[in-house]
């Protein structure tokens, strides 16, 4: 890690030695290749595994039709979703859909029919105020975020409330990573209320915490360091250093991954909140220049009919301006997922003319594809074999979405189309 984190664990578990370098399954009996993991076990027995995915081809992919699809521009306002917020699968293939723009929660059949809502715009008893999240976790059992204050409603997949779950000490504002582990253990992630500083030194620290199923704070398990923000003389608003990493928090099954963004690699605890794994990858070509700059400051140009252009504020004159800082590298991550399976999904930071690209590594830390989405696309769950998301269509219609999620097999080989 670099001094960048303010801390995350301790320096008992920092990597000492390299005693092993292990093949992970289906790399084959040759000498390790390019794309081969190499397997680092430090002196308390933690793994850090380490891939080089530009040297791999392995590629996921997806069907080109969705299995299931929900939501249509006008009709039965069931199937009318606006909003959407959160998509998860049940143990029997219906999917339920968090539509904040009615604060309800949605049950569909794996067929799209709508079975039953539940929720809505309010301060009751299973009611939302802005709904944000939501989590299945085993029975079928529906964790969903709502705030002010950030809490967690709970719910039956048969739309039965069951209780509402408040942080103690109280987060004001959402959680901003994170989520559920399957023991009910919340995993959140929360700024002070205290700004940094105007000078773009000071990066906003935010903290990572569990909280056991009663909502009572269990402990502290890292602190972070966010984006850099600040202002000038004349500024009209405050904003963050260009480029800038923003750390990144998933939790679901049994796994709670971290990620400073600021190293190629995601930090792998258990459930106990023991850090057994570090999985990394290898990066090139990270820093930022002056073209890359450059490129920026046309493109908000461009997106706001050029200089001159009554569309142009203020603010963009401020967000181009050469007084703002910009980072000196960019990026490794701009989200990361825990799938059903336990495979990690790390998004790529999306640099300005690349696709929307994923990298998806085994419970073990090996890389295992690529995967690239159109841009359309919001994924809020992997599965094993589906990928489910919204797709907003250019009128800005929302559909939830289900695709057949193809893996490499462990021989490197593509699935058949």
């Known amino acids: 890690m670099t001094g960048d984190a303010l801390h995350m664990w301790p320096a008992s578990r920092v990597p000492v030695a390299l005693v092993a370098v292990v093949p992970l399954a289906g790399c084959g009996k040759d000498a390790p290749s390019a794309t081969v993991p190499v397997v680092a076990i430090d002196s308390a027995g ?16 997806l069907a080109e039709e969705p299995s299931f699809s929900v939501g249509t521009a006008e009709g039965d306002d069931a199937y009318m979703l606006y909003f959407v917020r959160g998509a998860n699968r049940l143990s029997d293939g219906s999917v339920a859909i968090l539509d904040n723009g009615t604060g309800q929660i949605r049950i569909f059949s794996d067929e799209g029919v709508h079975l039953r809502s539940m929720g809505g715009h309010g301060d009751g008893p299973g009611e939302f105020r802005i709904g944000r999240y939501i989590w299945v976790l ?12 950030w809490r967690f409603h709970i719910f039956s997949s048969s739309g039965e409330f069951s209780r509402t779950v408040n942080l103690d000490p ?13 023991n009910g253990t919340s995993v959140n992630m929360r700024s002070p209320f205290s ?32 984006v850099r923000q600040g202002s000038w003389e004349g500024a009209s608003v405050r904003m963050s250093t260009l480029f800038d990493p923003t750390p990144a928090v998933a939790a679901a099954g049994t796994t709670i991954a971290i990620t400073t963004a600021r190293e190629p690699e995601v930090r792998i ?5 023991n850090l057994h794994r570090v999985v990394r990858w290898s990066e090139r070509d990270r820093e930022v220049t002056s073209a890359h700059v450059q490129a920026y400051r046309d493109r908000v140009v461009e997106r706001r009919g050029g200089r001159g252009s009554e569309n142009q504020s203020t603010i963009d004159e401020d967000v181009t301006s050469d007084r703002r800082p910009t980072a000196e590298m960019f990026p490794t991550a701009a989200g990361l997922m825990v799938g059903r399976d336990s495979r990690l999904w790390v998004r790529r930071y999306r640099r300005l003319g690349e696709e929307v690209r ?8 090996d890389f ?31 559909r939830v979405v289900e695709y057949e999620l193809r893996v490499p097999d462990a021989a490197g080989s593509s699935p058949s189309q």
Do not use: K
């Open 46 to 61: 933690m793994q850090i595994v380490t891939s080089d995915p530009s040297a791999s081809d392995r590629w996921c992919t």
């Open 138 to 149: 085993p029975g079928d059992t529906l964790w969903v975020g709502d705030y002010r204050p």
């Open 269 to 273: 605890l258990d459930e106990h909140f």
């Open 170 to 182: 109280q987060y004001f504002n959402a959680s901003e990573g994170g989520g559920i582990l399957a």
């Open 195 to 226: 700004a940094p500083g105007d000078d773009f030194q000071h990066p906003e620290p935010l903290f990572v915490e569990a909280h056991a199923a009663d909502g009572t704070l269990i402990r502290e398990l890292a602190a972070l360091a966010g």
């Open 368 to 398: 295992q594809c690529h995967l690239t989405l159109d841009e359309s696309l919001t994924v809020y769950e992997f599965g094993a074999d589906y990928l489910l998301a919204v797709h907003a269509d250019e009128l800005g219609v929302e």
């Open 358 to 365: 994923w990298l998806a590594f085994g419970p073990r830390g």
